[in-house]
């Protein structure tokens, strides 16, 4: 079994490549940046960050017509924690 497979059986793979590319985000942020990242559709990533949103994971900052994405305190613990799963996975 690849390592990769086994994260992923662990971990939902979009959901949690998002919040990692969130944490390592080192400016703002669009969906639409995130979607290219994570290799998914404009649309599933705004759906997953509605989500997440309402679990107060991640929170829209609107600047002028501009939406960027930004962790909350609750979710830069929660990426934090995903990326150093992936890291102990990737490891062996």
């Known amino acids: ?3 990769d497979d086994l994260f992923n059986i662990i971990f939902r793979e979009k959901p949690t490549n998002l919040l ?3 944490l390592n985000s080192k400016s703002n942020i669009y969906a639409s940046v995130v979607a290219k990242e994570i290799d ?3 649309s599933h990533v705004v759906k997953l960050l509605k989500i997440l949103e309402k679990h107060g994971i991640v929170e829209f900052v609107k ?3 501009l939406k960027y ?3 909350t305190p609750k979710g830069k613990k929660l990426a934090q924690a995903l990326d ?3 890291e102990v996975i990737e490891s062996e």
Request: glycine residues 6%.
């Open 1 to 3: 079994m690849e390592k």
């Open 20 to 22: 990692i590319v969130l």
């Open 40 to 42: 998914c559709t404009y």
């Open 63 to 65: 600047k002028g017509r």
């Open 69 to 71: 994405l930004s962790l």
């Open 84 to 86: 150093a799963a992936k």
